[in-house]
């Protein structure tokens, strides 16, 4: 990016601003100072050629209709003074329809992957006597989240993506993988992502994990981050609830099948809905592969 500045924060900060201002029965204090800011923020990260969710267009709205007081701060404060907090609160409720809808259809969406999901892994586990299920989450740290975009990670995963589908090296032999695309407040944009191999084939799922990491360090440059779901400490927390659902799943063990299909279902949770992505590089950017 060409500015040095958190656009995930940002995004989810605009977003987090617009629903506040809905449910209020009277303007909040220095709610003026506030949306100066965010505005200002947001000048810093907005693109054009993006596409945005309806609650940060309503802030793109007026930021295109202010923009020639973006450089002055006070007078684009004095300029937005001069509209009524009613208006600016009603025409987010009117955008905001319009985003709880397009939340409704990414629910759906998700439910939908869920399910062709649990459907290739049922079939897997049926085919094969043991599989290997490696979990691994994909980051970036704090420190270089202010460098890190909607583009920059969407230009990481084509580059991991191409190395899925060319099985290449930590990827050879996989029988079926999965990827969904979040952002969250403190995590920034991540990936979830899974890996399946035959259990004949592949033993180790830390090595496995460590290795994805260890690549996707590469990939980024060294900006990039990783959680190996197979450390002993996290793995023992589900362990003790007889919730564990990755690593070796052998057929014949159908609470080690059932708790795997469970962990399935959380790569694409539908109800994981704060942890939608606000901007896209493309109308039609995919969340899930």
Known sequence: MSNVVNESKILIDIEAFVEDILIRKRKPRNFYNRLTALL???????????YYVPAIDAMIELLLDLGAYL??????YERLTEISFEDIQH????????HKRQLRAHRYAESE?????????????KKYSRILVVRVDLAY?????????????SDD??????????????????????????????????????LVYKGSERRNAYWVA??????????????????????????????NRNRLGIGMIYRKDLEQVNNMLNTV??????????????????????TFG
């Not at 200002?40 to 993006?50: M, T």
């Not at 740290?141 to 990670?153: A, H, N, R, S, V």
């Not at 197979?230 to 793995?235: P, Q, R, S, V």
């Open 141 to 153: 740290p704090l420190k270089y989240q202010d460098q890190i975009g909607i583009q920059e990670f």
């Open 71 to 76: 450089d002055d701060p006070q007078c684009l």
């Open 40 to 50: 200002v923020q947001l000048s810093l990260v907005y693109k054009r050629d993006f």
């Open 157 to 194: 995963m084509k580059v991991l993506c191409t190395r899925l589908r060319d099985q290449d090296t930590v990827f050879k032999g996989l029988i079926e993988y999965a990827w969904a695309l979040e952002q969250g407040k403190d995590k920034g944009y991540h990936c979830h992502l899974l």
């Open 210 to 239: 460590k290795s994805v990491g260890e690549l996707w360090n590469k990939i980024t440059d060294g900006q990039g981050c990783h959680f190996n779901c197979h450390e002993a400490t996290y793995l023992k927390q589900f362990s």
């Open 91 to 98: 025409n987010f409720k009117w955008h905001y329809r319009r």
């Open 265 to 286: 279902k959380y790569l694409v949770r539908p109800e994981k809905e704060a942890q939608h992505l606000r901007v896209k590089c493309i109308k039609r950017m995919r």
């Open 113 to 125: 992957n869920t399910k062709t999901l649990v459907d290739r892994m049922q079939g897997i586990s």
